[in-house]
C-alpha cells in the first residue's frame, strides 16, 4: 500500500502531483472510496461536517472526493460487521484509492480492527491510501493524549502501519493549541520519530521510504539522526 499522509487534504500542486505519482495514472481514470468514519467519534464534528466532506463542500479547504475521480463510493466501517466480508471486500480491492477523512483517529483504529479493513491492509499492494488528520494519524503507532477525543483514558495506539506520529494542523489560525511549541510539548510524550506538519504539507510512504512533500511549514521531531530537520 502507498500512503499519502496530510494534514488538510489535497490542498496545493505539489501534494496533488504527489498523488498522481502514487497512483500511477490520471485521477481521471480511478475509481475511489471515501471513508467518513473518524468523524462519528469526534465530538466536534456533526451529521452536517459529515455531508460535507462526502459531497466536497468545504470552503477553502483541500478536497477528497472532489478532485475528479471516475467514480467515488463512500465506505463507511461500522456498516462493515453487519455484512459478509465476500461483499464489502471486492469494493476495497476494487478501489484504486482509500480517502480517509478525519475525527478521531482511535475511533477510527478500532473501527478499523473490529470491520476487518486493518486485516487486508498488507494485501493491498497497488492501493493508495489518502488520509487527512486522523485518518493519517491512524496509521501511527501512537497520537500521544493530546488528541484523544473518544475514551480519552484510553489507549493512544493506533495501527503502527509506519513508525512515526503525526501532530497535524500546524499553526492553524485560530488553534492555540497547534503551535510548534504545542507540537513540541507533545512529542516529548511519543517514544519516537515525530513530524508536526500543516495543512499544506503531506508525508508520503512508499516501499519504506518516506518523503516529506510540502509547500508549508513542518518539523521533524524526536529525530533518530541529530538535529531536528525545520522546514
Not at 95 to 123: K, P, T
Amino acid at each position: 500500500m502507498k500512503l499519502l499522509l496530510t494534514s488538510g487534504g489535497i490542498t496545493n500542486d505539489s501534494i496533488r502531483a504527489a498523488l498522481v505519482d502514487c497512483l500511477g495514472k490520471p485521477i481521471a481514470d480511478c475509481d475511489a472510496l471515501f471513508v467518513p468514519t473518524a468523524q462519528w467519534g469526534q465530538p466536534a464534528c456533526t451529521p452536517e461536517t459529515v455531508w460535507k466532506s462526502t459531497a466536497g463542500r468545504w470552503e477553502g479547504a483541500g478536497g477528497l472526493t472532489d478532485l475528479g475521480w471516475k467514480s467515488v463510493g463512500v465506505l463507511e466501517l461500522t456498516a462493515l460487521p453487519t455484512i459478509a466480508a465476500d461483499r464489502w471486500m471486492p469494493w476495497v480491492r476494487g478501489a484504486d484509492v482509500l480517502l480517509v477523512d478525519g475525527g478521531e483517529a482511535i475511533y477510527l483504529s478500532d473501527w478499523m480492527r473490529a470491520s476487518g479493513l486493518a486485516e487486508i491492509l498488507s494485501s493491498l499492494r497497488d492501493t493508495v491510501w489518502v488520509g487527512v488528520s486522523a485518518g493519517s494519524m491512524v496509521m501511527t503507532p501512537r497520537i500521544g493524549r493530546e488528541f484523544r477525543d473518544w475514551r480519552p483514558d484510553g489507549t493512544d495506539e493506533a495501527l503502527g502501519v509506519v513508525d512515526f506520529s503525526i501532530f497535524p494542523h500546524l499553526d492553524y489560525p485560530g488553534w492555540s493549541s497547534n503551535t510548534l511549541e504545542m507540537a513540541r510539548r507533545w512529542a516529548t510524550g511519543i517514544p519516537g520519530p515525530a513530524y508536526a506538519i500543516d495543512d499544506q504539507t503531506a508525508i508520503c510512504v512508499r516501499d519504506g521510504i518516506v518523503e516529506v512533500i510540502s509547500e508549508g511549514h513542518w518539523e521533524l521531531l524526536n529525530s533518530p539522526v541529530g538535529d531536528p530537520a525545520d522546514r
